[in-house]
């Protein structure tokens, strides 16, 4: 864990509905605690971190949400127009350039700009300074979903290869260069222990290319207990207890051997990934908030 | 023949790919002819359709298998790359454009990787099957997205690409310096994005516009159609999704961003629903025989503990769940649930398992 917290970019991914929200979050209260002034930044115009701490929604500019936790939300519009306007300098050449009926769309059609923004958004963030430190010992990024969030990393290369010369293609190189570096940046996968979601996240890591030797943990999320350790003796020991006043109690029992054994399967085929695997249990009341995730945040730190 | 068309949104890992083709299943053994599309799904979609592969041609799945029922499933794969290429094919003004097109770099970029491109394609894929008019149902699982209602932005998008002024704009003449008319045009503009992206990007740029110049009504007119389709009376969307509390969120949003842009909202199907134990007591202890051969004490005890700790756990998981459904149910919509399942479904004995859950749905909707 210390040798994750280490780095300066954490970037959280994973399939849609996985817990990305939850794990990003949880590591950055994790972080915080341990003393790191941390920026946690969703992506996509994704809002739902300051509701968790009970605060209104976040804006582009970092709002504090807890100590040394602060949190913004980027918005691909919002990025673009900061990223053109670092390269043309007038914010007013910006919006009469770019922002008129029609060159609008043609930039938000270009390819690959929406993603590339948001990861030049974070690039910049980690350069911020205040005299001469870093502002952020730490940002945590939740990604958008893969599939999207792949296309997100592969954005600084697209741009390089669309632009073979140029300011665009020097920014993309140096956005590149931050994400490849494994001292700077870290990938954490998170997965749920069922059998698709375990596909996609190792189909993920096959498909990270370049990126794969960033993958520096895997959480496995949403566990449930397992009803007793000698799951494989289960069939044996159902028709020993087989009698007509057990056979509610057997049937949940199924489900619940059913369920472990799936999460063992997810746990050995997540295991063959060349990186720590941690993982999350099942919360039953899920209206999750500072203290539920601080919980989640050290049984992480834990591992 | 009139089409119906369902669009099934939801974010990723809802099992929405499986439901989709379940509930296609299902309206095609209520005797209707149904064509389902879908998106970049696992392998094993085509395996529990019972095909060899799935591509951008729909292909009947053999549902004689099943026995009964007199109607007919084809499925298909968007092949996003394949479907670009056929329309620029089909639409072209001539072989010397639809060729000047295909070969460009920018356009393999776009039809690859443009953010959106690939829910544009999905539209495009939709239309021509409804347009076939050789089904009464077509059902569009959709690409995964973090938020279900983003598919539906993303086609507008590139319909903007394709917008008249900007298509004028970058499909000027040209000279042999390249780009006189242009800039004579927005000197300003041009010099910006020269400086941004260099002149051999925005070349290539302007080819690409200058030979799908042919096409653009066809796009804009199809555009319009998809969007007067999915705005009509034959089209409803879906949400798949799951007890978990971030899904009433979601399903909270889909109905608003739904309703803003007037497109008519079907139901919520909820997947992995886990039923409540008739009792949640535990078992006494006196219903626990001593333990068999082969297995110690201690092993036994704790097999047993967890027996009798089970309807409790099931009962605290499904009504954790239940919290959630009812809030789902307070949105107003119709809701359908679909249990959660022993195993994954490989076959399409395991297919129509789920399909025999979804029968309320297929009743609504074939009203």
């Known amino acids: 864990m210390r040798e994750l917290l280490d780095r300066r970019v954490l970037l959280v991914t994973g ?8 794990v990003a979050t949880s590591l950055a209260l994790e972080a915080a605690r341990r003393g790191q002034r941390v920026l946690l930044v969703e992506t996509a115009g994704s809002n739902q971190v300051p509701g968790l701490f009970g605060h209104g929604p976040a804006s582009y500019e970092a709002q504090r949400v807890a100590e040394d936790l602060y949190t913004l939300s980027v918005t691909p519009e919002k990025a673009i127009e900061d990223y053109i306007v670092q390269q043309i300098k007038v914010r007013a050449l910006f919006k009469m350039v770019f922002r008129n009926r029609v060159m609008g769309p043609f930039v938000d059609g270009v390819p690959g700009l929406h993603d590339l923004v948001q990861l030049g958004k974070v690039f910049d963030l980690e350069r911020e300074t205040s005299f001469g430190r870093n502002i952020w010992d730490l940002i945590v990024v939740d990604a958008p979903a893969t599939g999207h969030g792949l296309t997100m990393l592969d954005a600084p290369r697209s741009m390089m290869e669309l632009t073979v010369a140029g300011p665009f293609h020097e920014n993309a190189k140096l956005v590149h260069e931050l994400f490849v570096d494994g001292d700077k940046t870290a990938l954490i996968l998170v997965a749920l222990p069922e059998e698709m979601p375990v596909n996609e996240t190792l189909d993920l890591y096959e498909r990270l290319g370049a990126y794969r030797p960033q993958v520096r943990a895997c959480v496995l999320n949403e566990l449930h207990p397992a009803p007793f350790t000698a799951l494989d003796r289960w069939d044996e020991a159902r028709a020993a207890l087989s009698r007509p006043e057990l056979s509610e109690a057997l049937a949940c029992t199924d489900r619940a051997v059913l369920r472990a054994r799936r999460q063992e399967q997810a746990r050995r085929r997540l295991s063959q990934l060349p990186c720590p695997l941690l993982e999350l249990p099942f919360l039953y009341d899920r209206r999750l908030g500072e203290r539920q995730l601080g919980r989640l945040g050290r049984t992480l730190g834990a591992s | 023949m009139s089409t119906r068309v369902l669009v099934c949104c939801g974010s990723g890992g809802v099992g929405k790919t499986t439901t989709s083709a379940a509930l296609a299943l299902a309206l095609a053994r209520a005797g209707k002819s149904v064509a389902v599309l879908t998106i970049d799904p696992a392998r094993r979609l085509a395996d529990s359709l019972g095909l060899d592969e799935l591509g951008n041609e729909p292909q009947q799945v053999p549902m004689d298998r099943l026995g009964q029922g007199s109607g007919r499933l084809d499925a298909a794969m968007l092949d996003m790359k394949a479907t670009w290429d056929g329309l620029v094919s089909r639409f072209s003004d001539n072989d010397l454009d639809r060729d000047r097109i295909l070969a460009n770099r920018y356009y393999r970029f776009a039809s690859t990787r443009l953010a959106g491109s690939h829910e544009y394609m999905a539209m495009e ?92 009504d066809t796009l804009r007119e199809r555009g319009k159609a998809v969007e007067a389709l999915l705005a009509s009376e034959d089209t409803r969307f879906l949400l798949v999704t799951t007890p978990a509390p971030a899904a009433r969120a979601e399903a ?78 307070g949105e107003g919509v119709q809701t359908w649930h679909i249990p959660e399942l022993d195993n994954d479904v490989h076959s399409l004995e395991g297919l129509a398992e789920i399909a025999s859950y979804l029968q309320p749905a297929v009743e609504a909707l074939t009203r």
């Open chain 1, 15 to 22: 399939k849609g509905g996985v817990g990305k929200t939850t």
């Open chain 2, 125 to 216: 894929r939709l239309y021509e099957l409804v347009e076939s008019g050789r089904y009464e149902f077509v059902l569009l699982d959709t690409p995964p997205t973090r938020h279900a209602i983003e598919f539906l932005k993303a086609p507008a998008r590139i319909a903007g690409l394709f917008d008249e002024g900007v298509m004028h704009w970058l499909s000027l003449p040209r000279d042999s310096r390249g780009f006189r008319a242009l800039e004579r045009g927005s000197e300003a503009v041009v010099k910006v994005l020269k400086r941004l992206i260099g002149q051999g990007t925005i070349s290539e740029i302007a080819e690409f516009f200058d030979a799908m110049k042919g096409l653009w």
């Open chain 2, 252 to 329: 909270r949003e889909f109905r608003r961003l739904l309703e803003q842009q007037g497109m008519p909202l079907g139901g919520f199907l909820v997947n992995r629903v886990v039923p409540a134990p008739e009792s949640e007591a535990a078992p006494g202890p006196e219903l626990f025989p001593a333990p068999p051969p082969g297995f110690d004490e201690r092993e036994w005890t704790e097999i047993c503990e967890g027996v009798a700790r089970a309807p409790e756990l099931q009962a605290r998981l499904a009504t954790s769940e239940q919290d959630s459904l009812r809030e789902l149910a």
